[in-house]
């Protein structure tokens, strides 16, 4: 009917306005109150920021990023200067070997133009004149002096010094010249003269401009080789610092290598050792020194060692004569004066003393001599300060002598019938 239809729009309109309402009132619930609004105003207009959730967040601030550094003002253009610099510097470097290359174009130009002009009779001077002009004839000549015997030592040292004269005549008159391997080892036993001939060496290499100075560093395994990791490589360099523009003689070289030891450290010292003798063999010569026997087995470990080494010296034992010729050196050289029953009496000592252990050759000598001085000084002491002899006063001669009394002391201590106080000295 008309009433009922009434009804129903008037209750469809009554619900559409009870839901518009609740809509509004959900819609109140989520906004701000009135005093947050109010307050978030207000911090905003004092931070100056419109957003209510902190910085801008679309601005670049910073940070920990690596590629920053490409953001800061004039990185490029640095860049872009150092790129230059580096293009600077590969362009004077060419230049640099540029002008290297022609400059020896030049001096091998002009020899060959020297080597044309020259007349095959040009006189280049005589052996002789350079052996006396550079030196090195006095320095062979104190080699003669020094050391008795070792006639094929002598030898080899005069080979080598041959052939830097005639190398110097020849680059005199402009022809090709090479340094000569220059590296030595010495083979013997001790006392037999390999350290006098490595300075006699250095001192003939350094009158012929092989050498700078021509001084000799002798060096052992203690002072090659470190005792951790790290520490060998600065050993054995400072050493060969030492030893630039002269000789290093490494002496026992085969305590450098341990063959029962991969991870011994004087591998490292061995290495460092080659490296050098190939690249600076201009400006130092490497001599190594030990027993013969033990050097061989040392080279058959290390065949780049021996393949470097231009020059071995074998150097003999002394027979008992030319040990007793050895005293006698050693006597005129601190002026003291042995009469010939003296000489007898220590050439007994010599060839008893040969036949027990521990004998070193010219150091025994040397041993020997420094206890006749001794026992001599001993003698001389007692007779005038102590006895009063010819009231206390000494001649020259009393200090220069030695007797075979000064001599027989040693002889008894070696002959003595108890083996627990026979002295090897």
Avoid: W
Avoid at 106 to 131: C, H, Q, S, W
Wanted: charged share 30%; glycine share 8%.
């Amino acid at each position: 009917s008309k009433s009922t239809f009434i009804f129903h729009v008037m209750k469809f309109s009554i619900l559409s306005v009870l839901t518009f309402a609740a809509l509004i009132s959900s819609a109140n619930g989520f906004a701000p109150t009135a005093s947050l609004s109010k307050a978030t105003a207000t911090s905003l207009q004092m931070s100056g920021n419109p957003n209510p959730f902190g910085t801008k967040s679309l601005e670049f601030t910073g940070g920990s990023d690596p590629n920053n550094a490409n953001h800061k003002k004039g990185n490029l253009e640095e860049r872009l200067k150092e790129a230059d610099t580096e293009r600077r510097k590969a362009r004077e470097a060419a230049e640099a070997r540029e002008r290297a290359a022609e400059i020896a174009r030049e001096e091998r130009l002009k020899k060959i133009a020297y080597m044309n002009d020259m007349p095959d009779d040009k006189a280049a001077g005589t052996v002789d004149e350079f052996m006396f002009k550079e030196g090195v004839n006095d320095q062979l000549e104190k080699l003669d002096h020094d050391l008795v015997g070792l006639k094929a030592v002598k030898k080899r040292v005069k080979e080598i010094a041959a052939l830097l004269v005639l190398d110097k005549m020849r680059r005199k008159l402009g022809f090709e010249t090479g340094v000569p391997s220059l590296h030595m080892s010495f083979t013997g036993a001790p006392g037999t003269g390999k350290t006098t001939v490595a300075v006699r060496m250095g001192q003939i290499l350094a009158k012929m401009g092989y050498a700078r100075s021509g001084h000799v560093v002798i060096a052992t395994r203690d002072d090659l080789v470190g005792q951790y990791v790290g520490h060998t490589a600065p050993k054995t360099k400072e050493m060969i610092k030492k030893a630039f523009g002269g000789v290093l003689l490494v002496d026992e070289a085969y305590y450098l290598y341990n063959a029962a030891n991969d991870r011994d450290y004087g591998q490292e010292s061995i290495e460092i050792l080659l490296n050098v003798m190939e690249n600076n063999k201009d400006d130092l010569v490497v001599a190594v020194a030990g027993y013969k026997d033990r050097m061989d087995k040392f080279f058959s470990y290390i065949p780049g060692m021996s393949s470097r080494i231009g020059n071995h010296i074998d150097f003999p034992n002394y027979s008992s004569n030319e040990l007793v010729d050895i005293a006698s050196v050693m006597a005129r050289d601190l002026e003291y004066e042995i009469n010939e029953e003296a000489y007898g009496v220590f050439q007994q000592y010599i060839d008893e003393r040969m036949k027990l252990p521990y004998f070193s050759n010219a150091r025994t000598v040397r041993n020997a001599m420094d206890r006749a001085r001794m026992n001599s000084a001993i003698r001389t002491f007692e007779r005038f300060a102590i006895q009063g002899e010819n009231g206390g006063e000494c001649t020259i001669d009393d200090l220069k002598r030695i007797g075979p009394e000064d001599f027989q002391v040693l002889l008894d201590d070696i002959t003595s019938a108890d083996a627990d106080k026979k002295i090897f000295s």
